[in-house]
């Protein structure tokens, strides 16, 4: 069965520069191992990659050993929905690609709420972080 977003269509794709999803197949594609529900594709901006370093959520910082190349603003990044709804409830939520979020983060965040930030990324998603 073909995984669904938030919308009740086919999952699209979230991001492969840097290459996104938990299993690293740039689709916030999720399964039993995935406990953090890394379902959200979020284009990321400066106040919440912020938000997420002073929650203890470092994106910004490079890890090879685990393929993270560290984000910037304008990055489509699949991120949890719980920490997600954090920077939502303390004002810093990132945008979200609808179509590229999977229907799990229905479990912790409301169609609604996701739907206030919903966004179509742009051509030139760097433009974000101006």
Known sequence: M???NV???ALEPCGIDPVT???RDGSCTTGPE???NHTICAVVTPEFLEHQRRIGN???TPVPQHAFPGLVPGDRW???ARNWLRAHEDGAAAFVVLASTHERALEIVPLAVLQEHAVDVPADPGALGE
Do not use: K, P
Request: net charge negative.
């Open 2 to 4: 073909a995984e669904r």
């Open 34 to 36: 995935d406990l953090g």
């Open 58 to 60: 470092d994106l910004v």
């Open 21 to 23: 999803g938990f299993y």
């Open 78 to 80: 699949c991120v949890t």
């Open 7 to 9: 919308l009740g269509g």
